[in-house]
């Protein structure tokens, strides 16, 4: 558990650098203002953040952890756009969008992303968005053009039958992901799976200040059990962001420009790490935010590589959103007027490397969409069988048989 926020902040990094009032001395580049709405939207995408990761600290316990809220927050965003009625609500709750309106949150989404991926020219961060359905099903033409238009989604149809469509998908989380997360989508694809919403997040980031590799000492790591075990422990001293309180100890460490940061924080030896995960939210983020100092310090890091993947239906059941995973209550009528929609699955999935030259990270996000059988069933017959031949008026039962391989 003491691992995790060795781990956590590139996932928040990419919204709460664009109001974070520490960060070292801007460069001479223009980087405009944020508009009130797009404030909002970080302040919001903040805010779901914290819940998530607080949630799936509460149910993995002791697990390393790694997500990246921005791209659960986009998928879910895309999937907001067809949602309706108790539905929305829930949605709009648990993402925590308040009263801005669907143009606002839209609008916001769209300007961000394009923000983000210009910042820093020494940083690499790529979002990609993306639309797959089955072929054969069709959409309302308004969900889709939203998605394309705010949220750049390349949309798709596809032969979710053919043996090859799990794999074009995944191909395309591959190429977004720089090749760090290659699946996504479980092959074969599901019956009952009509669309995938998936977005896709990469980041290479170098430090401002690189750790020298020859400072790199094999160390001792402490486990909450009290045990140890060995890791290659980086060394730097430099002129940080730096905080301290009874709690913890806190440094940032920026990346190129300084537009992107890691800050970790470290919990006093008396504190435990369950104590500063409850105190981790938007508004202690705000104040302690505000209390870094730069000074001249050394900094002990230890290298990691992490793959990490969660099915985050549970979690954002939790968090509100069980509406919008139930087959019979779901609405999204406003991405199929015919109704019969629901999320069947929230996949995260992301990748993260720390070395003495910088942060390589990668995030996707799928949300699944599947269909009940409103509007008739759907069956196949393709396994082993039952049947029954009778006469109707009387109800005699004529022929009883069973059929395991037909011939």
């Not at 990094?13 to 664009?18: D, M």
């Not at 394009?114 to 979002?127: A, C, I, N, T």
């Not at 054969?136 to 053009?145: G, L, Q, S, Y």
């Not at 074009?168 to 919403?197: A, C, S, Y």
Request: aromatic fraction near 12%.
């Amino acid at each position: 558990m003491f691992k995790v926020f060795h781990v956590l902040l590139f996932c928040i990094a990419a919204f709460l650098t664009a109001c974070a009032e520490h960060v070292i001395s801007p460069s001479e580049r223009a980087v405009r203002e944020l508009t009130v709405a797009e404030k909002r939207l970080v302040e919001t995408g903040n805010k779901f953040g914290f819940k998530l990761f607080g949630e799936i600290v509460r149910q993995e316990q002791s697990k390393n952890i790694f997500v990246s809220p921005l791209s659960v927050s986009m998928a879910l965003g895309m999937t907001y756009n067809g949602a309706n009625g108790s539905t929305e609500t829930a949605m709009r709750q648990t993402l925590e969008f308040g009263d801005m309106t669907l143009k606002e949150i839209n609008s916001s989404y769209k300007s961000l992303i394009e923000l983000l991926s210009q910042l820093d020219p020494k940083v690499k961060f790529q979002l990609a968005n993306s639309i797959w359905y089955r072929q054969e099903c069709t959409f309302e033409p308004a969900f889709i053009n939203l998605n394309q238009t705010y949220f750049n989604a390349v949309v798709r149809s596809l032969n979710f039958s053919d043996p090859n469509a799990a794999k074009t998908i995944n191909g395309w989380v591959e190429q977004h992901t720089n090749g760090k997360i290659k699946e996504i989508v479980d092959d074969p694809i599901g019956r009952d799976l009509v669309m995938f919403l998936i977005n896709a997040i990469y980041f290479k980031g170098i430090w401002t200040y690189q750790f020298d590799p020859q400072q790199t000492r094999e160390e001792q790591f402490n486990l909450p059990d009290g045990s140890r075990k060995p890791c290659k422990m980086m060394n730097l001293r430099a002129d940080l962001p730096y905080f301290a309180n009874a709690q913890f100890q806190a440094v940032e460490l920026p990346y190129g420009d300084g537009d992107f940061s890691m800050t970790i924080l470290l919990p006093n030896p008396q504190t435990p790490l369950d104590a500063l995960v409850a105190d981790f939210n938007q508004t202690n983020w705000a104040l302690w935010s505000k209390r870094f100092v730069t000074q001249t310090g050394s900094l002990s890091l230890p290298k990691f590589l992490l793959n990490y993947d969660l099915l985050l239906n549970d979690v954002l059941k939790a968090l509100g959103m069980e509406i919008a995973f139930s087959p019979d209550q779901a609405d999204f009528t406003r991405m199929d007027k015919q109704g019969g929609l629901f999320i069947s699955k929230v996949k995260h999935k992301t990748f993260v490397a720390v070395n003495e030259e910088g942060t390589e990270a990668a995030a996707v996000t799928s949300v699944e969409i599947g269909r009940t059988s409103v509007g008739g069933f759907i069956m196949r017959v393709d396994r082993p069988f039952i049947f029954v031949i009778r006469e109707n008026h009387s109800g005699t039962l004529l022929f009883v048989g069973k059929i395991v391989a037909p011939s």
